[in-house]
């Protein structure tokens, strides 16, 4: 059986270039240069005017450099006296020792719908589930795989997508370190092109038939030391292709921008 790995790469910061010169700016240059010239002075009635020019010249860089650098939106949370918000501090979530508090249904999906993506689709929960033993979410090899990585609880929900077209299965496994959860990241790619294990959909009514069949497709990625991943499948039971761009999208929904970011961020936030 095949697997369809989540989207989400390593975030790199954007590196904002730095703005060529203005006109404006490259024109008083030239206007200094040239009145400090040794070898040219402007005839004495020109004076008044060339003063003029500069001033000018000088309020337009001003303005210039103000538009450059008040083109960021505001920081959320900045004080009125225009100093920024202090940026908030996210723990590493290395370990269950250093992050004991148990998951939630309420944390990981508080509402019936969740948004997600970068055009806010809205995804339809439809069964929420909470399991102390991770071999219910699993069968096969992957069972003793996160029973060695210490896996001791699972927190998932059926949604649908907003088109309607597919079903899936989403959820966190609380591991006991970041170690652990790597080594699940990569081991169940293997189990899975071996076919000797797969992590299991939770069907919720009609249309999720699917989700409890092995042309379900998976995708999941590591963070501190919880796996997020996702099964999903077709409403109408056909077959996903690896390079289906919509299942690919609702996997990164799901799995990067509400797991992974959304629920995790808040978490290691200490909200």
Same mark, same amino acid.
């Given at each position: 059986?095949?697997?369809?790995?989540?989207?989400?790469? %390593? =975030?790199?910061?954007? /590196?904002?270039?730095?703005?060529?010169?203005?006109?404006?700016?490259?024109?008083?240059?030239?206007?200094?240069?040239?009145?400090?010239?040794? %070898?040219?002075?402007?005839?004495?009635?020109?004076?008044?005017?060339?003063?003029?020019?500069?001033?000018?010249?000088?309020?337009?860089?001003?303005?210039?450099?103000?538009?450059?650098?008040?083109?960021? &939106?505001?920081?959320?949370?900045?004080?009125?006296?225009?100093?920024?918000?202090?940026?908030? /501090?996210?723990? #590493?979530?290395?370990?269950?020792?250093?992050?004991?508090?148990?998951?939630?249904?309420?944390?990981?999906?508080?509402?019936?719908? *969740?948004?997600?993506?970068?055009?806010?689709? =809205?995804?339809?929960?439809?069964?929420?589930?909470?399991?102390?033993?991770?071999?219910?979410?699993?069968?096969?090899?992957? *069972?003793?795989?996160?029973?060695?990585?210490?896996?001791?609880?699972?927190?998932?929900?059926?949604?649908?997508?907003?088109?309607? %077209?597919?079903? *899936?299965?989403?959820?966190?496994?609380?591991?006991?370190?970041?170690?652990?959860? #790597?080594?699940? =990241?990569?081991? $169940?790619?293997?189990?899975?092109?071996?076919?000797?294990?797969?992590?299991?959909?939770? &069907?919720?009514?009609?249309?999720?038939?699917?989700?409890?069949?092995?042309?379900?497709?998976?995708?999941?990625?590591? =963070?501190?030391?919880?796996?997020?991943?996702?099964? $999903?499948?077709?409403?109408?039971?056909?077959?996903?292709?690896?390079?289906?761009?919509?299942?690919?999208?609702?996997?990164?929904?799901? $799995?990067?921008?509400?797991?992974?970011?959304? *629920?995790?961020?808040?978490?290691?936030?200490?909200?």
């Amino acid at each position: 059986m095949g697997a369809t790995r989540s989207t989400g790469a %390593d =975030r790199i910061p954007a /590196v904002r270039p730095v703005p060529p010169p203005s006109v404006a700016r490259v024109l008083l240059g030239r206007v200094l240069a040239a009145w400090r010239s040794p %070898d040219w002075r402007p005839p004495r009635q020109w004076r008044p005017t060339c003063v003029l020019t500069a001033l000018a010249v000088l309020a337009l860089c001003g303005y210039g450099t103000y538009l450059v650098a008040g083109d960021d &939106p505001p920081v959320a949370g900045a004080e009125a006296t225009g100093q920024p918000a202090a940026a908030t /501090v996210l723990r #590493e979530l290395t370990s269950r020792a250093d992050d004991p508090r148990p998951l939630t249904a309420g944390e990981v999906f508080p509402g019936s719908v *969740v948004v997600a993506g970068p055009t806010g689709a =809205r995804y339809r929960v439809l069964r929420v589930q909470t399991l102390e033993r991770c071999a219910g979410a699993a069968e096969g090899e992957v *069972v003793p795989l996160l029973e060695a990585a210490g896996c001791n609880q699972v927190v998932r929900a059926t949604l649908r997508s907003p088109d309607g %077209d597919y079903a *899936v299965t989403a959820g966190l496994l609380n591991l006991s370190d970041a170690d652990g959860a #790597e080594t699940v =990241r990569g081991g $169940i790619k293997s189990l899975l092109d071996a076919e000797s294990g797969r992590l299991r959909g939770l &069907p919720a009514g009609s249309g999720t038939g699917g989700l409890a069949r092995d042309t379900a497709q998976l995708g999941w990625h590591a =963070r501190g030391h919880f796996l997020a991943y996702a099964v $999903i499948a077709r409403t109408d039971g056909g077959k996903i292709y690896p390079d289906d761009p919509t299942a690919r999208q609702v996997l990164s929904d799901l $799995i990067e921008q509400h797991l992974r970011t959304r *629920v995790l961020d808040r978490r290691a936030a200490g909200s």
